[in-house]
């Protein structure tokens, strides 16, 4: 009687034209299988790895790594920052108005990065603050204009998005217009999200 009911159901859904799940699809949400972005370099696609005996492995997969200078990091890295996750990201990615950037060193990013970020190093992103809303003056940066930016590193362990964070705000970037994805690359990775570079 079930699975009668069960064929009556899908073949319904075929009548009416609304699309039937896959039941065994490896989903972002249960109603959202991918999403595509608009980059510089024309849309892309971000989905998860459609495997479900996938495991990550090598770099991603390691659990300990010596502290200093690879500690935990705390979950809000400077007061007045938001911490975000996956789906957060995901958003600010489709939003026009706001940029996701990577913080790593040029290599880690060239290694592998999350669709439509945009390399800035952590050593380097208070010399970029023009390129984030904000304009030079007398006494450093106006940053009244800033916006919305969210950065990521390596993972919880990784210390370089929180550095820039906090220099972005000694410089006087608001901290209210940024937002932290702490999982960084590794819980990105864990997920089986798309990666680019890879």
């Known amino acids: 009687m079930r699975s009668t009911l069960h064929a009556i159901c899908l073949g319904l859904l075929g009548l009416t034209g609304l699309p039937a799940l896959a039941q065994d699809a490896v989903n972002i949400r249960p109603d959202i299988p991918a999403i595509t972005i608009e980059t510089p370099s024309g849309p892309m696609t971000i989905d998860r790895i459609q495997d479900p005996a996938h495991e990550i492995t090598g770099e991603w997969a390691r659990t300990s790594r010596p502290c200093p200078p690879f500690c935990i990091q705390p979950m809000t890295p400077a007061p007045g920052v938001t911490t975000i ?5 995901l958003d600010m990615l489709a ?72 220099a972005m705000i000694a410089a006087g970037y608001p901290a ?23």
Do not use: H
């Open 176 to 198: 209210d217009r940024i937002f932290y994805y702490r999982g960084g690359m590794q819980s990105w990775r864990v997920l089986g999200l798309s990666v680019t570079g890879d």
């Open 95 to 166: 939003d026009p108005e706001a940029i996701v950037i990577d913080s790593r060193t040029p290599d880690w990013f060239e290694g592998g990065t999350i669709p439509g970020a945009v390399n800035i190093p952590y050593t380097q992103v208070v010399d970029m603050l023009g390129e984030l809303g904000c304009a030079i003056d007398f006494d450093g940066w106006d940053c009244g204009d800033a916006r919305r930016v969210a950065l990521f590193c390596n993972g919880l362990w990784c210390g370089q998005s929180p550095s820039a964070i906090r």
């Open 85 to 89: 996750g996956e789906l957060e990201l």
